[in-house]
């Protein structure tokens, strides 16, 4: 098994054509270790969170590569690239994006849907997530029930519903206060000891200076100091 868990040569990224095109990323190459805490940072609209959806294969290079644990992202099929996606990446994003008529419980089941778990096993594994994440008595409540902070631990629930080797999060602590801040970044911190890798676009220098590799985006280039 590589050391190296994401690699990309040369990764550029634009959006439309001719005199109208804008380069988000301008060829990239980083390497991201296996079980490593890796924050991306950078200035507001500079291509923090392009890279990350190339990376998470939400998006493809318009050229340069993009491998995820040995797969070439720009050599698969769709519906390769969304059972890669689905088995071994998941996806925590600044607003939750809980559906607020289902409960905490039923919100987790809803990542392992198309993973042909049988509906009582998807129960139970939704309920060993949240007790996990420490939600265990919030099952059966609606995201409206819950906290900020809350709410968002039950989006990491989702995020790990199907065992992902990676966790890919795009300013998970930017709705939060500094409490429920520092609650997210313990929980995902034992995670990491757990052997997940963690990529996480902030803004927060507090958080970036808890990460172990930094990768800093100005320009869609990498910095000198990245």
């Known amino acids: 098994m590589s050391d190296v868990i994401i690699r990309t040569e040369n990764a550029a990224k634009i959006y439309g054509c001719g005199p109208a095109a804008t380069h988000a990323l301008r060829g990239v190459s980083l390497t991201i270790p296996r079980g490593s805490f890796t924050c991306i940072v950078g200035p507001s609209g500079h291509g923090k969170s392009t890279l990350m959806h190339l990376l998470g294969g939400l998006?493809?290079?318009?050229?340069?590569?993009?491998?995820?644990?040995?797969?070439?992202?720009?050599?698969?099929?769709?519906?390769?690239?969304?059972?890669?996606?689905?088995?071994?990446?998941?996806f925590?994003?600044?607003?939750?994006?809980?559906?607020?008529?289902?409960?905490?419980?039923?919100?987790?089941?809803?990542?392992?849907?198309?993973?042909?778990?049988?509906?009582?096993?998807?129960?139970?594994?939704?309920?060993?997530?949240?007790?996990?994440?420490g939600l265990a008595d919030k099952a059966d409540a609606r995201p409206s029930e819950l906290s900020g902070g809350q709410q968002q631990r039950v989006a990491i629930a989702r995020a790990l519903a199907n065992d992902p080797d990676i966790l890919m999060m795009d300013e998970p602590t930017g709705n939060l206060d500094s409490t429920a801040e520092a609650e997210i970044l313990d929980l995902l911190l034992s995670l990491q000891e757990q052997g997940k890798t963690l990529v996480m676009v902030t803004h927060n220098n507090e958080i970036a200076r808890r990460a172990g590799h930094l990768i800093e985006v100005r320009d869609g280039l990498l910095s000198a100091a990245a």
């Open 92 to 133: 925590v994003f600044q607003f939750f994006n809980l559906l607020r008529h289902l409960t905490t419980a039923e919100n987790v089941e809803t990542a392992m849907m198309f993973g042909g778990l049988a509906e009582k096993e998807q129960a139970r594994r939704a309920r060993e997530l949240l007790a996990q994440v």
């Open 59 to 90: 998006d493809r290079p318009t050229s340069g590569s993009v491998v995820v644990d040995g797969a070439d992202l720009a050599g698969l099929a769709n519906s390769d690239l969304a059972r890669l996606r689905s088995e071994k990446i998941g």
